[in-house]
């Protein structure tokens, strides 16, 4: 579980540190602006890392129900040699979807005023600029859409579906809570991370509601990574003890 937490914490620091700098700098400035090479750079690493993330909640789902449904054999099923194929399959897959959305939107020529109707830079903004039909550019998105989103949630759900299975078979009411708290966690991010994600992706740019996809964008590109440390820590019983031995720590030197 450790492992694919702090996978996904590199995946949440990256994100938030590509993004949020130079939304932060244009918000506090007059004049909002981004080169083109950064606004590649931009589009390709945040969509890596966000497709990376897709792939990354998918193995710990299966992590979930390895840990749920089979306890006793977990060690061995969750080997470190799977944990690690499974992080650089994520990875892999994040980079590939990344580079081939980024070679079809920058081949795309532009309009003059060059505008961008967004906070960051991503796919459906820049496919709103090209001068030229986008039809092939968008069925391209919708195909690595699918792959990305709904075929992870496909897998994260047929797993939570075993679970429940196995957490309804528990007899007891406090075995149920403690199999239930081991997932709440994992859902809650899943829940918030592709709610919004297929909202802006599943559907083609040109009917796209800007104003309300760059609000709902703000959700899996900056909300979300920076709830996610809050969501597993203040269900973690580790983090509870080590920040009640921090705070009686600070009292104590206060008082001295």
């Given at each position: 579980m450790y492992f694919f937490l702090s996978n996904l914490a590199l995946l949440d620091l990256c994100s938030t540190t590509t993004i949020v700098p130079q939304?932060?700098?244009?918000?506090?400035?007059a004049r909002k602006i981004i080169s083109w090479t950064g606004c590649v750079a931009q589009l390709?690493?945040?969509?890596?890392?966000?497709s990376t993330e897709?792939?990354?909640l998918a193995a710990m789902a299966y992590d979930r129900y390895a840990a749920v449904c089979h306890p006793l054999r977990y060690m061995a099923?969750?080997?470190?040699?799977?944990?690690?194929?499974?992080?650089?399959?994520?990875?892999?897959?994040?980079i590939t979807a990344s580079i081939v959305q980024m070679s079809l939107t920058v081949q795309l020529p532009l309009c003059g005023h060059n505008r961008i109707n967004d906070f960051f830079c991503e796919v459906p903004a820049l496919l709103s600029l090209a001068c030229a039909d986008t039809s092939t550019n968008e069925a391209g998105l919708l195909v690595g859409s699918v792959v990305i989103l709904p075929v992870p949630l496909g897998l994260i759900?047929?797993?939570?579906?075993?679970?429940?299975?196995?957490?309804?078979?528990?007899?007891?009411?406090?075995?149920?809570?403690?199999?239930?708290?081991?997932?709440?966690?994992?859902?809650?991010?899943?829940?918030?991370?592709?709610?919004?994600?297929?909202?802006?992706?599943?559907?083609?740019?040109?009917?796209?509601?800007q104003h309300q996809g760059k609000i709902v964008s703000l959700f899996y590109g900056i909300i979300t990574p920076m709830v996610n440390p809050l969501i597993y820590t203040l269900?973690?019983?580790d983090v509870h003890r080590a920040l009640r031995k921090a705070l009686r720590k600070q009292c104590w030197m206060q008082r001295t």
């Open positions: 939304m932060l700098v244009n918000i506090c400035s390709v690493i945040s969509l890596g890392l966000g897709c792939v990354l099923i969750m080997s470190c040699s799977l944990c690690w194929l499974m992080a650089i399959a994520s990875w892999l897959t994040g759900l047929v797993s939570y579906g075993y679970i429940g299975a196995a957490v309804l078979r528990i007899r007891s009411a406090e075995g149920r809570r403690k199999a239930f708290n081991t997932c709440t966690s994992h859902l809650v991010v899943v829940s918030l991370f592709f709610g919004t994600a297929i909202y802006v992706y599943m559907q083609p740019p040109s009917q796209h509601p269900r973690n019983k």
